[in-house]
């Protein structure tokens, strides 16, 4: 069956973990817990506020997290949902392919994000190029670094995501790992 993704890989979607592969030709739902973290001073302030206007629960600490990937023709979704009652949901839309070092873009409410894509080790890391929020683009000297991957360890998903402003630093993050819920395929 075919997919954004598999088709934006092409031949080269051989290079990710045989499960992240599983992941992507399927879809699924994958549980767990996570942990949220946020910076200190201005930046954890700072971070709370945008990880409440992303839709991520403020408060540091475990909670209980989601995520269903979906797939289409043209399109990857993830809707994350932490603590049974924040989702927050992202389409990502692929530009080029990878062997022409295409990219993805990641929408999430106003804000877009360009990501490339790393498979060193088989694992699957995005590599920020650049942000835009309403449709501007912010300038690299405010633009906040986006740090996110997915790895396979024991068999299972691991995941980080950060974010961080220049100057000011860590803002928050999260991360967890999580298992697959064989019940749950998504096409």
């Not at 949901?89 to 490339?116: A, C, D, M, N, R």
Request: glycine share 12%; aromatic share 10%; hydrophobic share 40%.
């Amino acid at each position: 069956m075919k997919n954004a993704v598999l088709d934006w890989f092409g031949p080269d979607f051989g290079k990710l973990n045989p499960l992240l592969q599983k992941l992507h030709r399927k879809g699924a739902r994958l549980n767990g817990e996570v942990d949220i973290r946020f910076g200190s001073g201005v930046a954890g302030w700072i971070g709370r506020r945008v990880a409440r206007k992303l839709g991520v629960p403020a408060k540091a600490g475990k909670v209980p997290f989601s995520v269903e990937i979906h797939h289409s023709a043209k399109t990857l979704i993830w809707s994350r949902t932490f603590a049974d009652s924040h989702t927050v949901t992202s389409e990502f839309h692929p530009v080029k392919t990878y062997q022409q070092g295409g990219y993805w873009v990641e929408s999430t409410g106003p804000i877009k994000i360009q990501l490339g894509v790393s498979t060193e080790g088989g694992n699957w890391q995005w590599l920020q190029r650049s942000v835009s929020i309403f449709r501007l683009p912010i300038p690299t000297i405010l633009r906040p670094k986006v740090s996110a991957g997915k790895a396979i360890v024991n068999g299972l998903y691991q995941f980080e995501v950060k974010i961080s402003l220049p100057v000011l630093g860590f803002l928050f993050g999260y991360s967890g790992t999580l298992k697959e819920d064989v019940e749950e395929t998504i096409g």
